[in-house]
Structures are given as structure tokens and as C-alpha cells.
T-cell receptor, first 114, second 114 residues
Framework: EAGVTQFPSHSVIEKGQTVTLRCDPISGHDNLYWYRRVMGKEIKFLLHFVKESKQDESGMPNNRFLAERTGGTYSTLKVQPAELEDSGVYFC????????????FGQGTRLTVV | GENVEQHPSTLSVQEGDSAVIKCTYSDSASNYFPWYKQELGKRPQLIIDIRSNVGEKKDQRIAVTLNKTAKHFSLHITETQPEDSAVYFCAATPLTGGGNKLTFGTGTQLKVEL
């Protein structure tokens, strides 16, 4: 079974530019999550999709972040325009429907805004 | 919302010794407590989890204990080996209608020295 895959693995962009991160969850997983880890800190929740619907986006920092999951398959997270404080590792995770089922993580995208 | 604190931030042990990582949580509604291990350059992977209806769970050299009254849980690794070197994250989540919005601790960098 293929795991959660994320693209790109690394991205370096200038402040003010736009970056789009992609996540392909495990096939059949309805739940898809985005998390972010800023250097040395905790992994923080950003948002949660159930299929194509946003279930919880309480962790999204501001309106420069836009997440989509068209068709309930892969998801994208766009940052526009990027700011220095957006640097960090962005993780995607997926899980089956149900309460407290295991969340499988991707390897993350390391975003550096310079 | 939930708040998870994790200690220590770094831990160095000699091969063969035991390692203990402690976490506290704030939301008494949390009922699922997973532990993730992230090796350098790899994805976070679930190594063990515990639900609030049990006080302890073991899997070979790894064990987790939960004290619901005190709202803390701990990871115990016995007979540590070099391959145990990684960052360990604890997490907590309350019972919901579906999905795991995980609240993570800040991570513990474990180094097992030869």
C-alpha cells in the first residue's frame, strides 16, 4: 500500500511569492489533515478535510493560506503571498473514517521563505 | 482547546539504558494518546498509542502509561538501541464524531550513545 506522498519535498521561495504544496493521501482515506511544524516547536494542526469538505479549519493562520481537496482525493495548500514566518515543515496526514483511527503522515514539505 | 506539554526537549542515554519521555495535557475530554517517532529525514510514524480506558500498554521494548486523574502520560523505552535515536512526539485528541485533530507536544530529541 502506497503511503501518504507530498510534493515538493523542499521549496525555497522569496517573500511575496506563491507556493502550492500537494498531498496525495492513502487511497480510500476520507480524512486528510494538514499540519505545520515551525522549527523547534510543536506540530500544529492547520485543517481537516472529510472527503472534499472542510471539517475544521480552525488552525489556518490567516487568509493567505488556502487549502482545497477537489474530488476528495489529493489536496493542495497554497500560500499567497508567502511571508518569512510561513517557513517550516508542512505535513499532510490521512486516516480512515471513524473515531481515533491511526493517522498516517507524509514526509513533509520543508518550506523556506527568504 | 487542548494544550500538550512535553519534557524533556532533549534526552541523551547510553545504549542499553532506559529512556522516559513525559507529557501532560489539559483537556479532560481527550481520550486518545498516540506517540510518533520521526527519524531524521523521514515521516512521523505511530509507534504506540493508548486510549483512556487503559492505564498501560506495552509493545516489546516500548510502553506507555496514562494517568487520567493527573492528566499525564509517558513513553518508556527499555534497552535502548542506536536506532531508537529520533524525535518523539506525544499527542492527544478528544473524542469527536470522526477524525483525529491531534494536538502535539513540542517533541523530544532522543540520542542513544554507544
Amino acid at each position: 500500500e502506497a503511503g501518504v506522498t507530498q510534493f515538493p519535498s523542499h521549496s525555497v521561495i522569496e517573500k511575496g511569492q506563491t507556493v502550492t504544496l500537494r498531498c496525495d493521501p492513502i487511497s480510500g482515506h476520507d480524512n486528510l489533515y494538514w499540519y505545520r511544524r515551525v522549527m523547534g516547536k510543536e506540530i500544529k494542526f492547520l485543517l481537516h478535510f472529510v472527503k472534499e469538505s472542510k471539517q475544521d479549519e480552525s488552525g489556518m493562520p490567516n487568509n493567505r493560506f488556502l487549502a482545497e481537496r477537489t474530488g476528495g482525493t489529493y489536496s493542495t495548500l497554497k500560500v499567497q503571498p508567502a511571508e518569512l514566518e510561513d517557513s517550516g515543515v508542512y505535513f499532510c496526514a490521512s486516516s480512515h473514517r471513524g473515531v481515533n483511527t491511526e493517522a498516517f503522515f507524509g514526509q513533509g514539505t520543508r518550506l523556506t521563505v527568504v | 482547546g487542548e494544550n500538550v506539554e512535553q519534557h524533556p526537549s532533549t534526552l541523551s542515554v547510553q545504549e542499553g539504558d532506559s529512556a522516559v519521555i513525559k507529557c501532560t495535557y489539559s483537556d479532560s475530554a481527550s481520550n486518545y494518546f498516540p506517540w510518533y517517532k520521526q527519524e531524521l529525514g523521514k515521516r512521523p510514524q505511530l509507534i504506540i498509542d493508548i486510549r483512556s480506558n487503559v492505564g498501560e500498554k506495552k509493545d516489546q521494548r516500548i510502553a506507555v502509561t496514562l494517568n487520567k486523574t493527573a492528566k499525564h502520560f509517558s513513553l518508556h523505552i527499555t534497552e535502548t538501541q542506536p536506532e531508537d535515536s529520533a524525535v518523539y512526539f506525544c499527542a492527544a485528541t478528544p473524542l469527536t464524531g470522526g477524525g483525529n485533530k491531534l494536538t502535539f507536544g513540542t517533541g523530544t530529541q532522543l540520542k542513544v550513545e554507544l
